[in-house]
């Protein structure tokens, strides 16, 4: 049980490395004005967006630390919260981006490299599963 938890940590950050070397990639196929609005469009996401999942996160070990609700409950309520929040974000991003008129070729690599990023995601989650099941 102990290694299928280290490999969805393994699939996590590989996911994660992966994902960002994609999105780099493409980012080197934007002009300089283009990598400026990109930049200028997205502070404010970047200021906050991880607040929502900042707070997923808390109410996860909050629950799981000082809550009498079934562990395996817990996790899955967690999982689906989670989900939620991450497919909003990713809604509000492609909207955006389109709105900001992002060339489609650098917005179908930004896709692929979530995708990549949620595979990792899934590999983790799956390995919790595993732990607390």
Known sequence: MENKFIVGIASFLT?????????????????????????????????????????????????????????????????VLLSF????MQIFVIRKLTKLEFPKSYIKKYNFSRVIYFLGLGGFIWSLFVKYN
């Open 15 to 79: 996911g994660v490395i992966i994902s960002r070397i994609i999105i780099e990639k493409a980012m080197k196929t934007l002009s300089q004005e283009e990598k400026a609005r990109l930049i200028d469009g997205f502070t404010g996401t970047r200021t906050y967006g991880f607040i929502p999942v900042l707070v997923a996160i808390l109410i996860f070990i909050g629950l799981n630390r000082y809550s009498d609700f079934n562990k395996q409950t817990i996790l899955y309520a967690y999982t």
């Open 85 to 88: 929040v991450i497919v909003g």
